[in-house]
């Protein structure tokens, strides 16, 4: 059995970035560390590296996430980047959506440990909630699949006009460029790649940012949104 590494304290930048929530931060940083570890949800090798690597990395999003809006953190596994987004900015509106039942009952142990009331979890797919989970402004993404893929998820949750913030590596660009005919078809408008976390982590945070038009997913999902709708309201009648 792998010895568990210990959990270094938290940096200063953590402080800036939590503000009041920072001992929450705290608490986030250690269950993930611990039950985090002891279920598989993240690997021991990366308990050294939660802060820089994996919390702050995530926080550091709320940049670039609008005022007021609604948000799906798509595949949100251990909670990242949605629990540190969450953290940060209680006026948002969060769903985790996970299809794991072990990730899922993390998270809600979380959300309720640490009084996140703005946060919802589901379990489920993004595909299997389509139609069900009402659209949002915003969807949020880290380490769940390549561009074209994640995109064709996350894409048609988002209501007319929303965006797509995907956190990436190294190749952002090229992805970003592979991708290009794929979220075209999708519904896409606009595209960039931003870097965020100024004085806060370093490196910056690369983000891929997926602006959409009024049909977000394209017209093949604009109809599926609305026979899941159709079939939503006519199941609540009976």
């Known amino acids: 059995m792998t010895e568990a590494a210990e959990l270094p304290p938290a940096p200063e930048q953590a402080r800036v970035v939590f503000g009041e929530r920072f001992a929450d931060a705290v608490r986030y940083a250690e269950l993930l560390a611990d039950a985090g570890v002891q279920r598989g949800l993240i690997g021991p090798r990366e308990v050294p590296r939660l802060w ?7 926080a550091v999003l709320s940049e670039v996430v ?10 949100s596994g251990a909670g990242l980047p ?4 969450a953290l940060v900015r209680p006026d948002l509106k969060i769903t985790l959506l996970e299809p794991l039942l072990r990730r899922t ?3 809600t142990e979380v959300v309720e440990l640490l009084g996140l009331d703005h946060v919802t979890v589901v379990r489920g797919r993004a595909e299997e909630v389509l139609g069900t989970l009402t659209p949002v402004h915003v969807v949020t993404a880290r380490a769940v699949a390549p561009l074209d893929r994640l995109a064709a998820w996350g894409v048609p949750l988002l209501r007319p006009y929303g965006e797509m913030l995907a956190l990436k590596g ?3 660009e090229e992805e970003l460029k592979s991708a ?4 075209s078809k999708l519904g896409a408008v606009e595209t960039s790649v931003l870097h965020v976390g100024e004085g806060m982590v370093d490196p910056l ?3 891929v940012r997926v602006e959409v038009g009024e049909s977000p997913g394209g ?3 604009a109809a599926k949104r609305a026979k899941a709708a159709r079939t939503g309201r006519a199941r609540r009648r009976r």
Do not use: M
């Open 52 to 58: 820089e690597r994996h919390i702050l990395n995530c």
């Open 66 to 75: 609008p005022e007021g809006v609604t948000v799906c953190d798509v595949g």
């Open 82 to 85: 949605g629990i540190p987004l």
């Open 105 to 107: 009952t993390f998270l």
């Open 170 to 172: 190294d190749t952002a």
């Open 180 to 183: 290009a005919s794929a979220l």
């Open 205 to 207: 945070s690369t983000v």
């Open 219 to 221: 017209v093949r999902f």
